[in-house]
């Protein structure tokens, strides 16, 4: 009866997300800039410029990647802190729901927000790319999966900022921080040529690092790889799950006790 009611919770909250990106028409933005943006990097053909294919990949998956990074950053920040700051928290406390139920609802708005936008985005580079003839490959599947699971972390962890920070706030720690993220990626590389001894204890702390960059499968894409490991999969499955419920659990235990 209680996942049945947080189930209904989740999907009137997903369905007001939806809709009031529609009404923003943020979508529509991000998807005429990548149409234009492939079209851009495809029009160098046209001058004699020959075998640029990846190139025109690149530029297509990149800037579907980063248009819906931006709009996840933007959604998941606006989340709480709209909700607070037009008073209707609360009419939704008083239903009543738990302020649990209200940041699961919240989380799950944003994040299905952010894959439906990123899968619409990516569908049409994809139509594009093929009337083009530069078909993307089987591994298409997998990026578009760990997105998903990048767009689980990138939520819950800009949501924990939205209770610490204003709204704006938390768009520009969150957008800096998701935009960077590759650096600390590459401290893995740093520890991996460590000691022994510091390397067991520099591991969990990496872990919860902004590591966003670990689900970008967008070179391997563009340069045609096979399908990454089952297993490899699974772990980055793993890891963005738990990731994402600590951040959530991080929220709700400042929720908890923050006067509204």
Do not use: N
Request: with cysteine; charged share 10%; glycine share 8%.
């Amino acid at each position: 009866m209680r996942i049945a009611r947080e189930v209904q919770i989740c999907r009137a909250f997903v369905v007001a997300a939806l809709l009031e990106t529609l009404r923003r028409r943020e979508v529509f933005v991000l998807l005429v800039l990548s149409v234009f943006m492939v079209l851009g990097a495809y029009s160098f053909t046209f001058f004699g410029v020959h075998g640029l294919e990846l190139f025109v990949k690149d530029m297509g998956f990149s800037s579907v990647g980063l248009f819906s990074s931006v709009l996840g950053v933007a959604v998941a920040a606006r989340q709480l802190p709209e909700e607070i700051q037009r008073r209707t928290i609360y009419p939704l406390l008083a239903r009543p729901i738990t302020r649990w139920q209200l940041l699961l609802g919240k989380f799950a708005a944003a994040w299905v927000t952010c894959a439906v936008s990123f899968t619409a985005l990516s569908l049409v580079v994809v139509l594009l790319l093929t009337l083009l003839r530069i078909p993307p490959g089987w591994i298409f599947l997998q990026f578009l999966y760990s997105r998903y699971l990048g767009f689980m972390w990138l939520c819950g962890f800009v949501i924990f900022l939205s209770t610490v920070l204003s709204s704006s706030g938390a768009f520009t720690i969150g957008l800096l921080l998701t935009l960077g993220s590759g650096v600390f990626t590459r401290l893995l590389m740093f520890i991996d040529g460590t000691s022994g001894t510091m390397k067991i204890l520099l591991t969990p702390f990496c872990a919860f690092l902004p590591q966003y960059s670990l689900f970008d499968l967008t070179k391997k894409l563009v340069y045609g790889w096979e399908p990454v490991h089952p297993v490899a999969i699974l772990g980055l499955t793993l890891y963005g799950v738990a990731i994402s419920l600590f951040w959530l659990r991080m929220a709700w235990l400042r929720l908890r006790y923050q006067a509204v």
